[in-house]
């Protein structure tokens, strides 16, 4: 393919810093637009170490005009990844919120009006479906609502069949009706219809990838928010068990970084992949729960078992994990990396 010059907003970020590894040994140009977030990176953060030296970092934010034009100088197309990325945080913080992806969005697409890209690639999210799908359901948990712990005790939160059976999820296709459960959700979701949107009108392919629990080197141990292995491994650096929510049963869909990339990759690469929105996951779920013990097993710290604290997080939801057959088909992603593979790299990394 020939070489671009591509740009990565929140390019030095967890998963912006991998797909820059990426599309540099693909021999693109990459440069970064990012504000380093004291959240994310630390007060009065620079450059992080991790940053291949060949990335291009402006530091900005998104939603500066005169930083997004500047970052925008020569460029081929583009990946939106700067985001605020809490769950529970967007559920107090929605000024915040909306304003970081929301407005920010908007930001960066009017200044693509006036220089408009080969490609636009905008990072999504699976919170946005909210609770996974079941055949024959019943009762779904009601997400967004505070549950108590009595009702997390009579298991009242589970999806339940017409015998009142505990219901499996099935993997959640792209085609499920958003249910955008918490503020987070709802301003990925202006993201991505913003940006299909516009780029629709202006004649910008555009790609919404969906990415899933995403887990691997470089996610900020230090960012509470977010992140679930990354909060699971800075506990048990400290000695201490895993804090797990509810019953620990809930069901993610894992993904590794390393795989996103791919997926970011073919976004840019595949014609058809244009207009579309895809699930990025590796489509397979792990309850919570085990998790948290296989971390603490590849650690060396099997004696720290997950602590189950039988809390409800606002705006979580119970299961959700990805069919991931539109972005095998149409973009030919291909899942690589076996989980316990994954987590050794991650516990190499600590
Ligand atoms: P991250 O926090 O590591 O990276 C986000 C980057 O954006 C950070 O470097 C941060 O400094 C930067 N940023 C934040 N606000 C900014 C602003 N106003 N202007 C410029 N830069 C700003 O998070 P990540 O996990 O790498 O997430 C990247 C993208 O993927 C986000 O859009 C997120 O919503 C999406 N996503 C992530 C996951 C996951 O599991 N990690 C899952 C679904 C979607």
């Given at each position: 393919p020939t070489a671009r010059t591509i740009l990565i907003t929140g390019g030095a970020g967890f998963i912006g810093s991998h797909l820059a590894d990426h599309l540099l040994a693909r021999g693109h140009r990459v440069r970064a637009l990012d504000d380093l977030s004291p959240q994310v990176h630390?007060?009065?953060?620079?450059?992080?170490?991790?940053?291949?030296?060949?990335v291009e970092l402006v530091v900005g934010d998104v939603r500066d005009r005169a930083a997004v034009r500047r970052a925008l100088q020569g460029v081929d197309a583009v990946y939106h990844l700067a985001a605020m990325v809490g769950v529970g945080q967007s559920m107090y913080e929605i000024e915040r919120y909306t304003s970081v992806n929301a407005v920010g969005t908007a930001v960066l697409l009017e200044a693509l009006i006036e220089r408009p890209v080969e490609r636009l690639v905008v990072a999504s999210s699976?919170?946005?479906?909210g609770e996974g799908l079941y055949r024959d359901a019943r009762r779904l948990p009601f997400p967004g609502a505070e549950r108590t712990l009595a009702q997390l005790a009579r298991r009242e939160w589970e999806p339940v069949g017409p015998a009142g059976e505990p219901l499996a999820p099935l993997p959640t296709p792209e085609g499920k009706a958003p249910a955008l459960p918490s503020v987070y959700a709802l301003t990925k979701f202006d993201q991505e219809r913003l940006c299909l949107t516009a780029g629709r009108a202006y004649g910008i392919p555009t790609v919404a990838l969906r990415f899933f629990n995403v887990y691997g080197t470089?996610?900020?141990?230090?960012?509470?928010?977010?992140?679930v292995l990354a909060i699971f491994a800075a506990r048990l650096l400290n000695g201490r068990p895993p804090l797990v929510n509810e019953d620990g049963l809930q069901r993610r869909d894992f993904v590794s970084v390393h795989d996103v990339a791919q997926a970011c990759r073919l976004a840019l690469e595949?014609?058809?992949?244009?207009g579309q929105v895809f699930n990025v996951g590796s489509g397979r779920s792990f309850t919570v729960r085990e998790v948290a013990e296989r971390l603490a097993a590849v650690l060396g710290q099997e004696r720290l078992a997950a602590e189950i604290t039988g809390k409800y997080r606002m705006g979580d939801i119970r299961h959700c994990f990805a069919d991931i057959e539109r972005a095998r088909r149409v973009l030919g992603y291909a899942p690589r990396v076996d989980f316990e593979d994954g987590l050794r790299e991650l516990a190499g990394w600590l």
């Open positions: 630390g007060e009065g953060a620079t450059r992080p170490t991790y940053l291949d030296r060949e699976m919170s946005l479906y470089r996610q900020a141990l230090s960012n509470p928010y977010t992140g595949v014609p058809a992949a244009a």
